[in-house]
C-alpha cells in the first residue's frame, strides 16, 4: 500500500479512537480538547510533509492560475505530460522568412527531428493546436505587444510563422529599422502585432556597450520606466511581457536617482544586493506602469521564466544540450535561482492582479515551466550557425524554430478563447 494512504488512514484512526475514548469515559471538556489539537497537530506534521515530498511538480504548484472549461468540467492546461505525436506539420524557415539564424536549427543541419514530434497533453483534457484561422478571428480589430527579452521575440517569431504558413503573412509596417522593435499589420483583420525589446523591462543604461553581453555592467533605474515600449503600450489590447535572463550579469541598482546597491558590481563603496531585489522591483515596476497608465485597459499575460539547460559544464565552460527527447518528470527540475526568479515573478503578478482589479485590468499567467523544463531537447544547442563559424557557446537558453516554443502559442489561443467568457 501507497505509505501515505497508510500514513493517512493512521492518523485518522488515531483522532477518532482518542476522541471516542474520551466521550465514552466521560472525560472532563478540557481533556476532549487537548485530544483534538493533538490529533490536528498530527495530521498537519504528518500529511503537508507527505504531500510535498511526494508532489510530482517540481516546483510549488498553482492549480488555480489558468483553467479551460470543458462542459462541466475544468482543465489546468499547464500541468501535464509531453506524449510522442508525430504528425503534426511544421513551418520551416522556407516557409517563414522571419526565423532568427540563431534559432533555425534544421537549416544549420541539426540531424535529428524527433524534437518536432511531441505534443502537450494536459493531465485532464486536450490541449487544441494552434489553429491560426481562430486565432486571427479572436484578435480581429485589436492589438498585441511582446515586451521583453529575445526570448520573448522567440515566442513573437514562433507566432508570426505559424499565422504565416497557416492563413497569410503580415505587413511590416516598422517605424525602424531596428530588428528588435518590430510591427507587423495584418490587413484582412485590422490586428497589429508588435515587439519591443526591453530585457530589463525598466529604463537600463549599458556601460559598455562594446564590451561583451554576458558580464557588461548595466545601470538600471527600478523606479522608471523604459520609454521604448511604456510611451507607446497603452494602445495596446494584449502585453505579453516577459524577462529574466539578463538579471544573471552584473548590475548597479537605481532608485530615486540615486545608487541602492549592485549584483556582481565588485565595487567595496556599493552595497552588495541580489539579483532577486532588483528583479523584484523591475517587475513591480513594469506592472505599476500598465495599471497607472489611464488610457490602458488591454489584458497583460506574465510569460513565466523559460528554463535553460546546460549540462556537462556551465555555459561558458563547455555546457551543452545534445538531447533528443524529453526526460522525465522529476528528472530536471525549476531549482536555485531559477525558481526563485520564478516564484518573485508569480508574487509580483498576484499583487498586480489586485491592483489592477481597481481599474477593471487583467493580469494572467502563461506558465510555460512545467512544459519546458523537461525539453532540454528543444534548444539550438551550436545549431544556431554554420559549423565553419567561430562560435564556441553553445545555446541551451532560446528555442529551436520550429520546436516546443510553439506550445506557448497554443497556450496563448486557449487563455485568448477564455477572455471571451
Known sequence: MNPKIISTHFVHVTVFRL??????????QPTIIKLLLLGLILFLVTIIPLYIFNSSSPWPSFRTLKTINFGK?????????????????????????????????IKFGRPDTDFLKWRWKPDQCELPLFDANQFLELVRGKSMAFVGDSLARNQMQSLLCLLATQVVYPLDVSYTSDSRLKRWFYVNYNFTLASFWSPHLVKAIDTDPNGPTYNRLMNLYLDEANDVWAAQIEAFDYVIISAGRWFYGPQVFFENGKVVGCHLCLKNNIKNLTMLYGYRRDFRTAFKILTGLENFNGVTFLRTLSPAHFENGEWNRGGNCIRTRPVSRGEMKLEGDDLELYLTQVEELRR???????????????????????RP????????????????????????LPGPIDTW??????????ERY
Open 409 to 418: 502559442n497554443d497556450f496563448l489561443l486557449q487563455m485568448l478563447k477564455m
Open 19 to 28: 476522541i471516542g475514548c474520551s466521550v465514552a469515559s466521560h472525560w472532563h
Open 377 to 400: 531537447d528543444g534548444h539550438p544547442n551550436h545549431y544556431g550557425h554554420w559549423p565553419h563559424e567561430n562560435v564556441t557557446i553553445s545555446d541551451c537558453v532560446h528555442w529551436c
Open 73 to 105: 468540467t475544468t482543465c489546468t492546461i499547464f500541468q501535464g505530460r509531453w506524449i510522442w505525436y508525430p504528425n503534426r506539420s511544421y513551418y520551416t524557415n522556407a516557409t517563414c522568412q522571419e526565423i532568427f539564424d540563431q534559432h533555425s536549427c
Open 352 to 374: 498586480a492582479e489586485r491592483e489592477g482589479k481597481k481599474r477593471g485590468l487583467k493580469f494572467r499567467l502563461l506558465d510555460i515551466n512545467e512544459a519546458m523544463v523537461v
